[in-house]
């Protein structure tokens, strides 16, 4: 029936406009993991927490979007349960279980008990719940092949193992035919021999083989935090390794997950993250907006400067068009850009155009303009702008330049306060000279280089 009139919603409530913001932000996303394959591991503490459910809706959500997945768990609490009960003493050296054969009888109970309510979970289909009218399939086998740790430190490990070899075909196969695909923590030997492995091993091996795009854990804490327990949004490889130096300043998973996100990362992963198994949603979080919610790690810094080409044109418009609406900047045609792209430089934050600068040089007086400075709004105050403004002066400099000059009717204090100087517009170049718009009585700094 439809509503009555009163019943509408209040399409125009702040609600209902931060949704329509949120699902437009998160379009770009969408279309970017479509196709691409993730590795999502946590813990057996994942499982038994009461909001485990909630990881199950996400996985669906991320599912129905296309988006091939993997799932490693682990299940130490509920191994550690179960020797327990049956009295018998756990150990483990270096962090890692020593596996006997009685404790090996523990571990395939454990893992038999969550692989089976992963699987019931992400089954489920009930009518007016996120899993509604989901046909999840879930493949899980003796994909892993594995070999014995050995003597780690003295300690004999028995049938604790490593990673040999993953059947990525038979994985492979599976995601193409639209299955999810569980990974239990245990790998087999060609001798039949059954080894207990690390859910963080088992996860980077497959993400790594996988050639998978994302690498994520679902850790206790928020991410990676740095000396002043500032959460890091995002993390190079090499200045992950530089926190390692001092790893009793990380939280105890960090410690064990890091590592694993620098050796995918460094293996051809495009970025791993560290989330909070805690905080709910914190998947579609991070996944789907752009600060996220935990600490990305990638091989290389994902901010950079670089010399701008044609395909960056719409990014650059995107920037520029709202400061020349408000009478900022000079306005350009697309036409215009295009001709002049050469003269732009872009800086890019993951794969998305976050600010730009031109320069125009007059090589025969040796001045240079400094032109379309401009940062999008939610990356201003993180210091893109100067970085923008010294990658032209290095420009500059290598045209042999001596000076450069901006005009601007709005920024004059940010140009003061990094070496620019009031000038008259008879200290500009003379062809800049003949150009200049007396309507707009743009202002004129100059610096020397």
């Known amino acids: 029936m439809p509503r009555a009139p009163d019943e509408q919603p209040a399409v125009n409530s702040a609600t209902m406009r931060s949704f329509v913001h949120w699902i437009r932000a998160a379009a770009p996303y969408v279309h970017a993991f479509r196709g691409h394959t993730f590795v999502i591991a946590f813990g057996g503490e994942v499982v038994a927490d009461e909001g485990f459910l909630g990881v199950i809706h996400d996985l669906n959500l991320l599912h129905s979007l296309g988006i091939k997945l993997v799932v490693a768990h682990g299940c130490r609490p509920q191994v550690d349960a179960i020797l327990a009960q049956q009295s018998i003493p756990s150990r483990f050296a270096n962090g890692v279980r020593v596996t006997d054969p009685e404790t090996m009888d523990c571990v395939l109970e454990a893992a038999g008990q969550v692989r089976s309510r992963i699987e019931a979970l992400l089954s489920l289909g009930l009518a007016n719940s996120p899993m509604a009218g989901a046909r999840n399939r879930v493949s899980s086998g003796n994909y892993l092949t594995a070999k014995p740790m050995g003597i780690v430190e003295g300690v004999d490990m028995q049938l604790s193992g490593e990673v040999r070899r993953i059947d990525t075909e038979a994985i492979q196969q599976r995601l193409d035919d639209g299955d999810i695909v569980l990974i239990s923590p245990l ?3 060609p001798t039949g021999e059954i080894f207990n492995l690390t859910v963080e091993e088992v996860a980077t091996q497959c993400a790594v083989r996988m050639d998978a ?4 854990f679902l850790i206790e804490a928020d991410g ?11 993390l190079s490889t090499a200045d992950a390794e530089a926190m390692l130096v001092r790893p009793e300043k990380l939280a105890p998973d960090v410690r064990i997950c890091l590592p694993a996100a620098i ?3 460094n293996n051809g992963v495009k970025r791993a993250h560290l ?4 905080h709910d949603g914190a998947l579609l979080l991070e996944l789907f907006t752009r600060d996220g919610i935990g600490t990305m790690v990638s091989a290389t810094a994902l901010a950079h400067l670089r010399s701008a080409t044609i395909d960056d044109v719409g990014g650059i418009l995107s920037i520029i068009e709202p400061l020349e609406e408000q ?14 792209i050469e003269r732009f430089i872009v800086a ?13 040089a007059f090589p025969s007086e040796r001045a240079g303009e400094l032109a379309a400075l401009a940062v999008h709004p939610d ?5 893109y702008g100067e970085a923008l403004m010294q990658e032209i002066e290095q420009r500059a400099r290598k045209l042999r330049l001596s000076s450069l000059f901006v005009l601007t009717t709005k920024t004059s204090h940010w140009f003061l306060e990094r070496g620019f100087r009031n000038a008259e517009i008879a200290d500009l170049p003379q062809q800049k000279q003949a150009l200049y718009n007396y309507q707009r009585k743009s202002l004129v700094y100059l610096k020397t280089l």
């Open 187 to 189: 790998g087999y030997s």
């Open 213 to 216: 795009t994302k690498l994520i």
């Open 224 to 234: 990676v935090r740095n000396s002043r327990r500032q959460l890091l949004s995002d």
């Open 263 to 265: 050796r995918a990362c």
């Open 275 to 278: 989330i909070s198994r805690r």
């Open 327 to 340: 009478g900022v900047l000079v306005r350009r045609s697309r036409e215009r850009l295009e001709s002049e």
């Open 348 to 360: 890019e934050y993951d794969n998305h155009i976050i600010g730009c600068a031109a320069l125009y």
């Open 379 to 383: 990356f201003r105050r993180e210091g």
